[in-house]
């Protein structure tokens, strides 16, 4: 009896060696007869057993190196003159839809322009232009279904452009006035848009990335074909919500794109003190995760690799990585002067030999898609529209000021009920400071 029970427990294990070893029936074999014949266990033929790795046991002692995964490579279609390097991978995208994310591209960087100025000269409080990494949004956003929902982080205001968000909306936004689907509440530059599925922008980092896994979550249960895509930069990365959205969205499969736009910078931090690692895409096998690096200066890539991953994410339930790297042009924000931690080379090799814009350029253009009599008229009208749009905005009243105390609470409680009476009793005492006339009724 006490044998019968030795030889299962043995039993037991050869059948989980069977499984994985290499030699399958001979080393089983070996096993069998080895117990048998009551030789001595062949301890290098065990098996790991622990629930939490599936590894072999090895008797040397060796740290892993860090570099084990290192030097991912960036996929990318077209050269920095716009030629397809590998025609398998041209995504034949129509003459229509190129156009429309090169206006897309150009627009976004005329109404940075004029928003970045409009803050310089006192007219809105603050401002974050998104120079250089335009090709990074246009070729996502393409890459999605509209019904994707989107969890934004401050930089990516190219995706809600391409999604039809109109720039009388960026403006009111901008501008904090009565056309604000935010009613004023929020900063400049922290849009949302219920109707295009664009979660709304919070500025402390990566609190979208545990939402956005929650969020696809929820989708995957709804079952309806629906991918989230979560943006964020290689220093919100660092937070420890990352780790909490990645590990979650991963083990409970979620339909979700974790897309960093690694941009060189977070602030004054450079990725050489950001991170020892091989940047953000090194990271998604330790989480179990598809991941790719991607050269976020070509529009192409950025699409083809947003296509696939959405593709899948939907079709197989689980979370893809996308790194895309690229580099911030602008200053960090309006409250920051890059002078002083990078030189204006660096800066200028960017912005005048790699950019994602001109890269775009040249291809329309070896294809007679477009020539320079298109790009001055695109220029003129794009520019006028964006001032159009400015000016409406700056014309607009504020909203009503007693909108500060509405949406917390469905119905208003006595607390906040009384600052707003007392709100009211100080601006009549004191309403040559308060120009009432500025705000809506
Ligand atoms: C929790 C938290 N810490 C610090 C900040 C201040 N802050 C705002 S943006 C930023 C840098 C983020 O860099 P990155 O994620 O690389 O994005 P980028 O601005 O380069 O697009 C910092 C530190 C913040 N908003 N929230």
Known sequence: MCAFVSYKKMWNRFSGARKTCLTGTNC????????????????????????????EFVDQLEFIQPNVISGIPVYRVMDRQGNIINPSQDPQLSKETVLNFYQKMTLLNT??????????????????TNYGEEGTHIGSAAALDPSDMVFGQYREAGVLMYRGFPLDLFMAQCYANADDLGKGRQM????????????????????????????AYAVKRENMNRAVICYFGEGAASEGDAHAGFNFSATLECPLIFFCRNNGYAISTPTNEQYRGDGIAARGPGYGMLSIRVDGNDVFAVYNATKEARRRAVAENQPFLIEAMTYRIGHHSTSDDSSAYRSVDEVNYWDKQDHPISRLRHYMTTRGWWSEDDERSWRKQSRKTVMEAFERAERRLKPNPDLLFTDVYQEMTPNLDKQRESLWRHVQQYKEHYPLDLYDK
Request: charged residues 15%.
């Open 28 to 55: 089983f074999l070996d096993l069998f007869f080895a117990v048998h014949r009551q030789q001595p266990f062949d301890s290098s033929l065990e098996k790991p057993q622990f629930p939490g790795a599936s590894a």
């Open 111 to 128: 109404m940075d322009r004029i928003l970045y100025e409009s803050q310089r000269q006192g007219r809105i409080s603050f401002y974050m």
């Open 188 to 215: 400049p530059v922290h849009y949302g848009s219920r109707d295009l599925n664009f979660v709304t922008i919070s500025s402390p980092l990566a609190t979208q990335i545990p939402q956005a896994a929650g969020a």
